[in-house]
């Protein structure tokens, strides 16, 4: 089973600021990496797939990059609504599919 | 508009058994995976099982297999998990998603809420 490490467990970042997320496998994933936001009392909603692929409607200030281990999610100037719990996921060696424990991105 | 709704989840007791259902609106059912995933309360994703578009194979987590049973019935549009031997670490919120083939799971049910206790 492929685990996923996110890093840190939680961040602190002000408005307007540039956040970054980091989440590591335990080994190679290749680019099949997702990511997903998770507001309080919601569902989760994907961000970003194949590790660098917006999904429809997420905004351009939101990227992903990396291949293989190392993986971030970049969110270039943080707005409001933005501030929850992001978490990574792989689909390359399943199953199962596997997530990584979250990071909690709160406002400074 | 798609959306996935979740029905089924209460309070069980330890051994007990619960059955959940999805139903699904707003696009082809038969063409997609779909997914279980559940979350403790306070903490992070657990992926439970899936399914293959006309049902024929399911994958399960460790913890479940032999305990939950994924399936679907197509005509329909509904998804379910059958859950039996309840743990009291079984108690979780339990979302159905629908997968999409080379992106993830997209989009998610809001959830229904299992609690596993005496």
């Known amino acids: 089973e492929i685990v996923l490490t996110q890093s840190p467990a939680t961040l602190s970042v002000s408005p307007g600021e540039r956040a970054t997320l980091s989440c590591r496998a335990s080994?190679?994933?290749?680019?099949?990496l997702i990511w997903y936001q998770q507001k309080p009392g919601q569902a989760p909603r994907l961000l970003i797939y194949?590790?660098?692929n917006r999904a429809t409607g997420i905004p351009a200030r939101f990227s992903g990059s990396g291949s293989g281990t190392d993986f971030t999610l970049t969110i270039s100037s943080l707005e409001p609504e933005d501030f929850a719990v992001y978490y990574c996921q792989q689909r390359s060696n399943w199953p199962p599919y596997t997530f990584g424990q979250g990071t909690k991105l709160e406002i400074k | 508009e798609v959306q996935l709704v979740e029905s089924g989840g209460g309070l069980v007791q330890p051994g007990g058994s619960l059955r959940l259902s999805c139903a699904a609106s707003?696009?082809?059912?038969?063409?997609?995976?779909m997914s279980w995933v559940r979350q403790a309360p306070g903490k992070g994703l657990e992926w439970v099982a899936n399914?293959?578009?006309?049902?024929?194979?399911?994958y399960y987590v460790d913890s479940v297999k032999g305990r939950f049973t994924v399936s679907r019935d197509n005509a329909k549009n509904s998804l379910y998990l059958q859950m039996n031997s309840l743990r009291a670490d079984d108690t979780a919120f339990y979302y159905c998603?629908?997968?999409?083939?080379?992106?993830?799971?997209?989009?998610w049910g809001q959830g229904t809420l299992v609690t596993v206790s005496s």
């Open positions: 399914i293959t578009p006309d049902g024929s194979d399911k």
């Open positions: 707003g696009f082809t059912f038969s063409n997609y995976w």
């Open positions: 998603a629908r997968e999409v083939t080379g992106r993830g799971i997209d989009p």
């Open positions: 194949d590790a660098s």
């Open positions: 080994q190679s994933v290749s680019n099949y």
